[in-house]
């Protein structure tokens, strides 16, 4: 069943019952949301012997991006109908080069989608609609989502955000407990307009198959969960998801605040549990792509299994303009961490997916450090920066040795005033290096700027 017609037709229904009363017009919004976005990257093993770049893997593209937010208000009376909408547009302004091409200068792709020939596209556009129903203080929407939740969350790491297809029911009826339930079926990545279905980290073709076969993948994500906000101080979470022929996942977390002298101690505490499901628990339906990455060793029958447990504490000590975080994370298990991923850029809720590497191999154990100073303190408001440090070790490969560590700074500023109030600035500088994976550098220069239309 595809969400997004089901959507329209339920709302069309809905107002027709209903006369479009004001509710829906007048607590209607629109807003352009603006995104210029630079991204380079510097793959240091794609070099020659002396250090000049041989651009193998180099990146350098540039594009406009154009996001139309609506909002719609909901009918009067006890069951109140909506429907938003959104529109996406991407302009190429500089990508250069031909993905695959010998001899190229740069290889397209980060930003934008590839023609037939390995060229970036010109532009690329999306769009999507969302039907809402609402009830008390129940509300369903179907349709195109961008979910935010421990077990799924939306990419927008790029030109363009990343959309679902599917519907969900969120509900605070009871005092302090947001209960969150749904269904997803398919996604568009955040550089293609494609809708596509859903799979992990290590999905593969079927044995034997040409490479022009699809990967193995799934219509069926469904997830359901709450937060309950026990004091002012502590709220408590637990979610479970499963990805249909893929992997089933149990989350719980904790997050709490104590004030500690003059500034306050947040802990935020995180731990997955996650196993097989159906086709993935069979050496057959491995053997049709349902595969997860991680590390097996020869012969082991359980090759390509989920089978993943991780945890992490992450600690943050804030006091006037500064933020000071330590943070540990253990993946354990033969598989390396499952979430919804079609390679084309996805969001793990972890406290390690930072700017380039995502720290989840199975075995790796990752310690983190980061500061942030808000130089609203010394009379510059809107200008904040941070700095992050990352090292990870006991990657289990065959050789046991495998680590890696990243470093990434950035530095965002937002006018406060003046004609151009909102207009944001921020620059996004990172560093990973290790023998588990590529050396990069990278960088992103994005300028935002929010519209807001009625």
């Known amino acids: 069943m595809k969400m997004q017609p089901l959507a329209l037709a339920i709302t069309l229904v809905g107002l027709g019952n209903q006369a479009i009363a004001a509710g829906f017009i007048e607590d209607s919004k629109a807003t352009l949301n603006l995104r210029n976005f630079y991204f380079n990257s510097d793959n240091r093993e794609s070099r020659d012997n002396v250090g000049n ?3 193998t893997n180099q990146a350098r593209e540039w594009g406009q991006g154009l996001q139309l ?3 719609s208000g909901f009918t009067q009376g006890t069951i109140g109908v909506g429907l938003d909408a959104i529109g996406l547009v991407g302009l190429n302004l500089d990508s250069g080069g031909r993905a695959g091409k010998a001899g190229i200068d740069r290889t397209p792709g980060a930003l934008f989608p590839l023609d037939s020939d390995g060229r970036a596209e010109d532009s690329y556009g ?3 609609v969302t039907g809402k129903v609402r009830l008390s203080k129940t509300e369903l929407r179907l349709g195109t989502l961008q979910p935010k939740l ?4 939306f990419n927008d790491g790029r030109l363009l955000p990343q959309t679902f297809n599917g519907g969900q029911v969120t509900s605070t009826e009871i005092d302090g407990l ?3 339930a749904g269904q997803l079926e398919s996604t568009k990545t955040r550089s293609s ?3 596509i279905g859903l799979r992990i980290g290590g999905a593969t073709r079927p044995n034997g198959t040409p490479a022009s076969t699809a990967l193995a993948d799934s219509n069926k994500f469904i997830f359901a969960g709450g937060d309950y906000k026990i004091s002012k101080d502590l709220t408590a979470q637990y979610y479970y998801a499963s990805l249909e022929d893929f992997y089933q996942q149990h989350f719980v977390g904790l997050i709490h605040t104590l004030a500690i002298g003059p500034g306050a101690l947040k802990t935020d505490l995180r731990y997955f549990n996650s196993s097989s499901d159906g086709k993935n628990g069979s050496a057959a339906g491995r053997a049709e792509g349902y595969k997860s990455s991680g590390y097996w060793r020869a012969g082991d029958s359980h090759a390509g299994e989920v089978d993943n447990n991780t945890w992490s504490a992450l600690f943050t000590y804030s006091l006037g303009a500064h933020a000071l975080s ?5 993946v354990s298990g033969d598989s390396a961490f499952p979430f919804v991923n079609q390679g084309d850029g996805a969001t793990a809720y972890l406290i390690t997916d930072r700017q380039i590497g995502k720290f989840l191999s199975s075995g790796e154990r990752t310690w983190l450090a980061e500061y942030g100073y808000d130089f609203a303190s010394v009379g510059v408001p809107g200008l904040k920066t ?3 440090y990352l090292s990870g070790d006991n990657i289990e490969t065959a050789s046991n040795d495998r680590k890696e560590w990243e470093r990434d700074l950035r530095i965002d500023y937002v006018l406060q005033s003046g004609a151009l109030k909102g207009l944001g600035f921020s620059w996004r500088n990172a560093s990973l290096r290790g023998n588990a994976s590529s050396d990069l550098d990278e960088n992103r220069l994005i300028v935002s700027y929010s519209l807001p239309l009625f």
């Open 53 to 55: 770049a041989a651009y």
């Open 69 to 71: 937010n609506y909002v």
């Open 126 to 128: 999306k769009a999507g």
């Open 150 to 153: 421990p077990v799924i969350n």
């Open 178 to 180: 947001t209960l969150t």
């Open 193 to 195: 307009t494609d809708d």
């Open 326 to 330: 330590a943070g540990y994370q253990q």
């Open 386 to 388: 941070t700095i992050t």
